[in-house]
């Protein structure tokens, strides 16, 4: 026995359907066709003691300049904005040589 699928319901269907979307009382005495409202989260959320201690570090370095050299900074920025900053390659290139070697070690 096969059976098409149209999307349309049947007469009985619609009836129930019908039955069922009219203003129905539960048994709590609320009415069903009104929304549910939301309960309050209870959610909880407990850190281990390594994420607190990461917090903390993530606070101090947030707070602090970490080490920056503020001025230098600064000169670096007006150089660039004035052309005048050279870039010494020999420099990098050493310092990325050293990189490499200290990492496939």
Known sequence: MTHKIDGA??????????AA???VQSRSGAERGQPVGA???TDQMRLTGDATGLQ?????????PAGIDVAK??????????????????????????LENALTK
């Open 39 to 41: 309960t309050a989260a």
């Open 21 to 23: 979307s009219t203003s």
């Open 56 to 64: 903390a570090l993530e606070r101090e370095l947030g707070a602090a």
């Open 9 to 18: 319901l049947s007469p009985a269907l619609r009836q129930i359907d019908a």
């Open 73 to 98: 900074v600064n000169a670096i920025r007006a150089s660039l904005a004035d052309g005048t900053y050279k870039v010494d390659a020999q420099a990098v290139a050493d310092r990325m040589l050293s």
